[in-house]
Every structure is written in C-alpha cells, then in structure tokens.
C-alpha cells in the first residue's frame, strides 16, 4: 500500500513548482526565501513622494511661517534697526520689566477675550440647539440672519455698532468692547455647534424622554455632553478672533480700554520696535503650550461622547 507524501516545493530558474493534494495547495514561501513583489500602486506612491502636491505643501508652509522665523530671530538682535549686530536679550528685559502699559493692555485683552467668548458660547451654542431641536416658521430666517455678521465687512460691524451705543447714550469703554466682540462671535459659535448637531442622532432623546427623562435632563445630560467638542473648540476659536480683533475695537473703545492690538497700532505708529518681537514670540509660545494642553482634553471628550 502506498501513501502520498508531500514534497517540497522544487525551484526551476524563477519559476516553483507545486504539487496538489487533495483538500491542500502549497503555495509558494514568502520573505527572502520565495519572491517578492510590491503591491500594485507601490512603484506609484514611489515615483509620487515629490509631487507638485508636495511641492506646494512645503511652500505654503514657507510662506506662512516664515515671518514669524523673521520675528523670532530679530528679537534676539542687539540693535532696533534690521541690521543684524548679536545676540542680546535687551527687548525682553524691557518687555518684562519696563513695558507696564503694554501688560495692562494685554490684561485688558484677556478679560475681554475670554468673557466674551464665554457668553458667546453658551448663547451660540443655546441658538445651534433651539433651531436643530425645534421646528417653527421663522427658522429658515433665522438662520439665514445669523451668518451676517460673519460676511459684512468689519468696518461696516464698528461703525454700527458706535452709531447704536451712542444711539442709546452709552459711554465706550470697556463695556462696549465686551458687547461688540460677545455679538460678532456668536455666529461662529452657532456655525460649529450647528456642524456638530448635524452629526447627532436626535433619536437618543426620543429614547431619554421615554425613559422618563424631562427636557431640562435631555438637555444637560444628552444633547451638551455629546456636542462638547464642538462648544469647547467654538469657546477657543472665539478667544482668538477676540485676542487678535483690532477694527472693531477701534470703533467701540474709549478711554482706559485700549487693548493689546491697539497698543501695538499705537507703538507702529512710532516706529516698528523689537519689543513687539519679544511680545510676539511670547504669545506664539503660549499659544502652543495652551493647543498643547488642551489637545489631550479635546481627544478625551471626543472619545468620551
């Protein structure tokens, strides 16, 4: 009686043979002892690396940060001029200790910027939710006349704006600041809290309401927790544009309220100093320990909803 017994696979030049068993193909060995080959679009990518895609990715990289490079580097410079001279730390020593006024304009800022933007969230974000959530006649409307302020010319927001607070007799200060820069960021809280609602299944809070929970409980326990991401990146773009708005501030300031890029108009105006550098590379670095820190919190919340 005989019996079949597998054999190895015998090499001819480039070729290899194979020998059939019932219920059994030996296919050919991979790895350095059998051939190899590349996927199909592998030679492609290749010969791709570099393409003209490429190519413009790195020079419009270039193209946007090499200012900031120019500003770095010429805030390290001994001398005021563009005539490079050495290393000094000079304009940060001024900067730090001898530039009160710019700190307080900084401070101003920052308390404008980030109460503006909180009250913008929640009355974007409150808006976003009542149109998606609810159905009326004037909806359509209503959404249509939350996108103008973000298609009107800035000039023309101030100018309106300096006509109505003085319309209704109040004084320009930091109050009207707070008010102009809380109205023109809350279609920006509404655009990206309603991007976000267009991904939520309103199911769920058909399923929350037949187990018992109320509107209210829908509201802070479904809707918010599940769009949080979208509020909390709509709260720092609004700190941004809040931070870096110079035209409509210009219009609804008044005395004691400059802000920081007033201060920086007003110190131009004089002259470009190298203490603007030294601000500049200050406010580039804590803008990215600040994406830095906040970026682990965003993936948590996104990975939490």
Known sequence: MTTD??????????????????????????????????????????????????????????????????VITYSFNAAKGMRWTGLSLEWYKKLFFDSNELWR?????????????????????????????????????????????????????????????????????????????????????????SARLDEFDFSIIEAARDLGATERQALFKVVIPSIMPGIVTSMLMSVTMSLEDFVITFFVSGPGSTTLPLYVYSMIRYGVSPVINSLSLVLILGIMILALTLRRFLKTIAASS
């Open 5 to 70: 017994v597998e054999k190895p696979p015998q090499r001819n030049g480039n070729h290899i043979k194979h020998k059939l068993i019932p219920s059994k193909l030996v296919s050919p060995p991979s790895g350095p002892q059998g051939p190899y080959r590349l996927p199909k679009n592998q030679h492609f990518r290749d010969h791709r690396r570099f393409g003209f895609s490429n190519i413009m990715l790195v020079l419009v990289i270039l193209f946007l940060f090499a200012p900031l490079f120019v």
């Open 105 to 193: 304009a900084f401070g101003n800022s920052i308390m404008i910027a980030f109460s503006s933007a909180l009250v913008a969230t929640m009355l974007g974000s409150l808006a976003a939710i009542g149109i998606k959530w609810y159905r009326f006649k004037a909806r359509a409307y209503i959404q249509i006349a939350s996108f103008l302020p973000m298609v009107l010319p800035e000039v023309i927001i101030g100018i309106s704006m300096l006509i109505f607070f003085s319309a209704i007799k109040v004084q320009l200060g930091m109050f009207t600041i707070f008010a102009a820069h809380t109205t023109f960021n809350i279609p920006f809280v509404f655009l990206l809290v």
